[in-house]
């Protein structure tokens, strides 16, 4: 060590041993990742980690009293709350709409736009608008035309003698209407997912069918439909788990009304957060949602592999 | 190393030098009051500035920083800024959410420092003002804006309809809740309006308590006392019963799903405070300012209230009790009453509150002083957001063409008990 310090350098060459290139690169890497790595375990490892600890208390936010009360939470939600039952048939009937009628659109409108025509750029564009567009301006429109007597869509449907409901008045209508509202909003991402599917189908599969002698839907259901599988497995799995945290749409639609017909879960956790302040029940519902999307998400993987074995 | 080292030395140098010059700017012993609002008017703004311009005579060396957050998310960070341990020295407080918050012990109790405080006369507020702030000799609170809810009436659709004018029935004591009914049905018929809106036309949703509790009180009723829901009272059922009757059967009330708008002439009539009288000069129709309309218990005016209160964790409290000492003296009051109709009886009774809003008359105006000294305070309770999120899928079935009106109350009193 003493020698090193007689000549300045002589500085580097000892420690090249030590900083290896292998190790350059280790290091290096680890700080390009930092940014997002440091991101990722203040912002989501570990409020993640917090919440499973908020959700075993009591806490008043106000009050900042602290209980530990160990499963009473989950308890009381699981068992004694009549509210937490509804809230969680009206995520599953949300996503039940949702996620086939998403999916359904977003494959016709992928097989019609996939292959170039004249103004197909136009059409797509058309489609993909409503993703970017800001959910609150999206909502607040759609609750303008979707009033009661005085609303475009009853008035259209006036003038065909059709008698609309108080679309976002009536429980069942609500909950029909915000869903239909948020497939328009969202379709479009899926539908370019599955644009990118169909294009990257080389074209031989289907020409080699049709010399076959295969119509248009033999083709679709035997060749192009066995070969969306993967992507079809994405979405569906993003569209529930996106169903299952929607809240935006609803907040800003119907407030989770009228008659808690669209009371949904990610709502109900905001509700007991933010405008009962009672933070340890939020965390343990917060939770049953981690596990229930976990589980869907399971439950879909392990389908999708008997499917295909 | 060597070059790590002198980095930390250089930056350490550096922090030490920003921390030095901060605290030569700031000076020893200038002081800042940060002060939560939820107006972001510029008028409001300039008048508090004012005020605080005042506070400066005396305290040369204070600075007061009004923070304005829109009255939307109110409570809520004002909340997460306490829980957060970054709270506000002084805040406006609603009416709705003052009692969870002396419940919770985070508002400061600065009775003593008022009574103390020299020619403040802490009696001169009013009695019934002071009950949602004060327990006993604590209080918790200083309402400044203690403002009832009127009636706003279009004038030109009121002779449209061939109906004597409001102020003309209120005198001859004809405002009642069946001449309210009658002028809302003919106003409808009479003019391409509704007749009636509902407070912002949320009656159904944000402003339920504003649209049944007028009439409620009319009929003698009430919502809520000592534990005992009663919106189940035979009182409170016939009151709404003629709510729901205006809305599906007369139809001259904006009904559920739609939207009507009194300040551009789609209702003819609608409830609210004087401040939205500032709106007026833009609507383009006569207009004027009635009282609440009368019912078989006589008139019960309903009053709205905001307060200021002093914050238990704040780093200042004395400082800032003074403060509001001194925003909520005579003087000040009288100052705000431009704004926010006055609590303190000396500044109530006094010319200046009656002309002090340029826009209403002052036989308008007295009517309006009249309502807040025989007032109530909207019905508050330390578990408001749980019993109105409890409340709000009830009345969602009330305000239903087909709703069975009494059974439906009584849902909402099966579905409040535990919470009152």
Redesign the interface.
Same mark, same amino acid.
């Given at each position: 060590m003493a020698s090193l310090n007689e000549t300045g350098t002589t500085v580097r060459a000892p420690r090249a041993p030590w900083l290896t290139l292998k190790r350059r690169e280790t290091i290096e890497g680890w700080l390009f990742v930092s940014p997002t790595l440091i991101g990722f375990l203040i912002f989501f490892l570990g409020p993640l980690i917090a919440v499973v600890f908020y959700s075993l208390s009591e806490w008043n936010l106000l009050s900042q009293d602290t209980t530990f009360v160990g499963l009473a939470n989950y308890e009381d939600a699981l068992t004694q709350n009549p509210d937490f039952w509804q809230v969680i048939r009206n995520s599953v009937i949300f996503a039940a709409g949702l996620v086939p009628m998403n999916m359904a659109l977003a494959l016709a409108l992928a097989m019609a736009l996939a292959r170039p025509f004249r103004g197909v750029v136009f059409f797509r564009t058309i489609f993909f608008a409503p993703v970017v567009t800001s959910a609150v301006a999206w909502a607040i429109v759609w609750k303008f035309l979707l009033q009661g007597d005085a609303g475009a869509v009853n008035q259209m449907l006036a003038t065909v003698g059709i008698d609309g409901p108080n679309w976002l008045r009536e429980p069942n209508w609500a909950m029909a209407a915000v869903i239909v509202t948020r497939v328009l909003k969202m379709v479009g991402l899926n539908m370019i997912l599955y644009i990118a599917a169909l294009q990257s189908i080389p074209r031989d599969y289907e020409e080699a069918a049709r010399l076959e002698g295969a119509s248009e839907w033999q083709i679709f259901r035997m060749v192009i439909w066995p070969l969306l599988a993967p992507t079809t497995l994405i979405i569906m799995v993003i569209t529930t788990i996106g169903s299952f945290k929607v809240f935006d749409h609803i907040y800003l639609m119907t407030g989770g009304g009228p008659e808690n017909g669209t009371l949904v879960l990610a709502f109900y956790i905001y509700q007991q957060a933010f405008e009962f302040f009672e933070i340890g029940y939020a965390s343990a519902l917060a939770m049953i949602m981690f596990v229930i999307v976990l589980a869907l998400t399971v439950v879909q993987l392990i389908l999708r592999q008997k499917g295909s074995t | 190393m060597k070059k790590g080292g002198l980095t930390m030395t250089r930056q350490g140098l550096f922090a030490a030098g920003v921390a030095a010059s901060a605290l030569l700017a700031g000076g020893a012993s200038a002081q800042e009051l940060r002060f939560t609002v939820w107006t972001g008017n510029d008028a409001h703004l300039e008048m508090l500035n004012g005020i605080a311009e005042g506070f400066r005579e005396s305290h040369p060396d204070v600075t007061v920083r009004f923070e304005t957050i829109p009255a939307g998310d109110y409570t +809520?960070k004002l909340? /997460?800024q306490? !829980?957060g341990g970054n709270p506000p020295d002084l805040g406006w407080m609603f009416e709705d959410s003052i009692p969870? /918050?002396i !419940?919770? =012990?985070?508002v400061e109790d600065i009775g003593p420092a008022l009574r103390e405080t020299e020619g403040y006369d802490l009696d001169d507020f009013s009695g019934p003002a002071m009950d949602l702030w004060s327990d006993g000799d604590a209080v918790y609170g200083i309402p400044f804006s203690t403002s009832p809810f009127m009636v706003f009436y279009n004038k030109d659709m009121f002779e449209a309809a061939g109906l004597e004018d409001p102020l003309a029935m209120v005198e001859a004591g004809e405002w009642t809740m069946e001449a309210f009914r009658d002028a809302a049905l003919k106003l409808t018929e009479a003019n391409d309006a509704w007749g009636f809106e509902f407070k912002d036309g949320e009656g159904y949703?944000s402003r339920i308590m504003h649209a049944i509790m007028p009439p409620i009180r009319a009929y003698g009723g009430h919502a809520w006392q000592d534990g005992e829901c009663g919106f189940d009272d035979p009182k409170a059922v016939e009151a709404v019963t003629i709510l729901h009757d205006m809305i599906f059967e007369d139809q001259s009330i904006v009904?559920? =799903?739609? +939207?009507g708008d009194f300040f551009s002439g789609s209702a003819a009539m609608t409830v609210n405070q004087i401040s939205r009288a500032s709106k007026m000069p833009e609507a383009g129709f006569a207009w004027g300012i009635a009282p609440l309309p009368t019912g078989p218990a006589g008139a019960a005016p309903i009053i709205g209230q905001a307060g200021i209160s002093v914050f238990a964790q704040g780093d200042n409290k004395e400082l800032a009790t003074e403060f509001a000492a001194f925003m909520t003296n005579a003087e000040n009051v009288e100052v705000m009453a431009q704004f926010f109709p006055p609590a303190r009886a000396s500044v109530l009774d006094s010319d200046a509150f009656i002309d002090a809003n340029e826009l209403i008359p002052a036989e308008q105006m007295a009517h309006v002083s009249d309502a807040i000294k025989q007032g109530s305070v909207l019905p508050s309770h330390e578990n408001a957001?749980?019993i109105l !999120?409890a409340m709000?899928? %009830?009345f969602? !079935?009330l /305000? %239903?063409a087909d709703a069975d009106v009494p059974a439906t109350l009584a849902a909402v009193c099966a579905a409040i008990q535990d919470e009152l």
């Open positions: - | +809520q909340t /997460f306490i !829980a969870a /918050f !419940a919770a =012990g985070v949703d009904p559920p =799903g739609e +939207q957001p749980k !999120a709000k899928p %009830r969602d !079935a /305000f %239903r």
